[in-house]
């Protein structure tokens, strides 16, 4: 048996847990009546609370005693605290402002032992490792707590330290979610898949990989070289000399809290673009590298004085496959434009619906649901929206959540609540799809040019609204230009890889009816003030030219007026 003590276990193994807890049901047992007596107390005090006409006199006592259950039932506990801490349009305020303390307000555990530990760990004295150590931490969060300290050469350091015997806790709070996830899979309203376990597992892996330092380690060099040409972005540094599986060293971050909205404008800084800076590092995560943070509450993220926002703890990433970063990437587009039809067709290839599910049925019904979570205007999108509207049609279609996806969703929700917490009116698609849009328009890849050109034509007819629809979106951004991505769309045009293209257009010009000069007008409103008269000339001659002899004597009119716009003395550019 002692092979499967999970004090030893390096790896989430399900099997081998279970297996240590089926010979010793007592402590399954005695930790499962704990769980279950702890929250039907706190439930009964507000029942009691609402029978005595008390609710609103107890509230910052009954939120001060969730906080507190939370903190004694463990770790495991306090990451749903977390979780919640980042959501205030899920939890009331009282709650939520003494959940965010479970982020870095937690007691902490006996210095002596964590000194202990750093010396087992790094195999020295602490003086022989630090110059200075703070003699009592600066914060303790539910994995472990954190030191200030400065090594013997200098530089200031952030010193984390784990939290004693803490894979058996986890292990047997995995334990019981995990058999409870067996129960009660069967009576839950919601089809999250065909094993509610898998996600107890996700959850499961990620947690013994968080609370492996070296992995952690691992993961913040890799994030820092995804952001390295990003000046925006701080990663601390790891100085693996002071470094091992429960003793993490890596430099020291000022900065500010993220919901800490007072301080961050005290330092001069605009919440408005610390939001912009984190909803846009969050999506090339998702859509760009693929390696993502998995946990990036308000304890995580920091506001930096010179206007960077630096992330820490990663423990918990996940790493998303390209075709996967490239279906996200359909089926934002597709739900902007309202392309239900297609939308149905990503959801059954990110593995939400079966490939054999027919889709013909759930095509209204995403039409019916999701287009009045996006309104008429994508600026009235958010992801709160979208999820509590998409929980209807788990009721009535066999949709399920893949267990990678549950923290995918966790994230973004997550960050979303941060970006709530400074702006109550934020919406995610303000900043999220001119980022979007920016990146299909330049192209900068075979896959997005492939997926810009499934934007651009539908049912084989070229889509002009879409096209302009995206230029007048990407110009939101400060950061895209429109010269380099049409000179990125000319050479794109006259590659092998733009014949397609170019067959389309020819055709869109000849048999769209609807495209007259006004049109060319109207897109030639969207880019003027960003191309020069004599570029853009040098531009259609181009084009013309490289287009087949068969279609330019029928586009010639409409051409005409394409090169007319560059000729100073057509009157179109006065």
Not at 445 to 471: A, C, H, M, T, Y
Request: glycine content about 6%; aromatic content about 10%.
């Amino acid at each position: 048996m002692g092979q499967y003590q999970p004090a030893q276990l390096k790896r989430y193994n399900p099997e081998a847990i279970a297996r240590h807890y089926r010979y010793r049901p007592w402590l399954a047992w005695g930790r499962l009546l704990r769980i279950i007596w702890s929250f039907a107390g706190f439930i009964l005090s507000l029942k009691w609370d609402e029978w005595q006409n008390q609710v609103e006199q107890n509230r910052g006592k009954r939120a001060t005693q969730l906080r507190q259950l939370l903190t004694r039932l463990g770790p495991t506990f306090i990451k749903v605290g977390q979780a919640l801490s980042t959501r205030p349009d899920l939890i009331r305020k009282d709650f939520l402002e003494e959940l965010v303390k479970l982020q870095d307000q937690l007691p902490p555990f006996d210095n002596a032992i964590a000194y202990a530990l750093i010396e087992k760990e790094l195999g020295c004295a602490v003086t022989d490792a630090y110059s200075e150590l703070s003699p009592n931490p600066v914060a303790a969060a539910s994995l472990g707590q954190v030191y200030r300290g400065r090594l013997l050469s200098g530089e200031e350091v952030a010193v984390k330290v784990q939290r004693p015997n803490l894979r058996p806790t986890l292990s047997l709070d995995l334990y019981l979610m995990r058999w409870a996830a067996g129960w009660l899979a069967p009576w839950l309203p919601l089809n999250l898949g065909h094993d509610l376990t898998l996600i107890v597992d996700e959850f499961g892996t990620k947690l013994f990989e968080e609370i492996d330092y070296i992995n952690e380690g691992r993961n913040a060099e890799k994030f820092a070289t995804n952001f390295r040409n990003d000046p925006q972005v701080k990663v601390p540094a790891i100085y693996w000399r002071y470094t091992n599986t429960r003793v993490l060293t890596l430099e020291w971050i000022n900065g500010f809290k993220l919901t800490d909205t007072k301080n961050i404008r005290a330092a001069g800084l605009d919440p408005e673009a610390v939001i912009q800076i984190g909803v846009t590092s969050g999506l090339q995560q998702l859509l760009e590298h693929g390696f993502f943070h998995a946990d990036p509450h308000p304890g995580n993220l920091f506001a930096m004085p010179d206007g960077r926002m630096a992330y820490i703890d990663f423990g918990m990433m996940d790493q998303l496959e390209e075709t996967t970063k490239e279906t996200l990437v359909d089926a934002l587009v597709h739900l902007v434009n309202k392309d239900y039809l297609d939308l149905a067709t990503d959801f059954v290839n990110l593995g939400f619906l079966t490939p054999d599910t027919n889709i013909c049925p759930i095509v209204p019904a995403l039409e019916a649901v999701l287009g009045n979570a996006i309104g008429k205007n994508v600026g009235d999108f958010n992801f709160k929206t979208i999820t509590d509207e998409f929980s209807e049609l788990m009721y009535e279609y066999p949709f399920r959540v893949p267990a990678k996806f549950a923290l995918i969703i966790r994230s973004l929700v997550t960050q979303e609540g941060i970006a709530l917490t400074l702006n109550p009116d934020f919406k995610i698609v303000e900043v999220g799809y001119p980022y979007i849009a920016r990146r299909l328009l330049t192209g900068e890849s075979p896959p997005l040019r492939r997926r810009l050109l499934n934007v651009l034509f539908k049912d084989g007819k070229f889509q002009w609204q879409r096209l302009e629809n995206l230029i007048a979106i990407a110009r939101t951004d400060g950061n895209f230009d429109v010269l380099p991505t049409a000179q990125m769309g000319l050479q794109f045009l006259l590659s092998e890889e733009g014949k397609f293209l170019r067959r389309q257009l020819v055709l869109a010009l000849t048999e769209d009816d609807r495209l007259h000069t006004e049109e060319v007008q109207r897109l030639w409103d969207l880019v003027k003030d960003d191309i020069k008269p004599n570029r853009l000339l040098d531009v259609a001659i181009g084009f013309l030219a490289e287009l087949s002899r068969e279609g330019v004597a029928a586009i010639l009119p409409k051409a005409t007026a394409f090169v007319n716009l560059g000729n100073p003395t057509s009157g179109v550019m006065r």
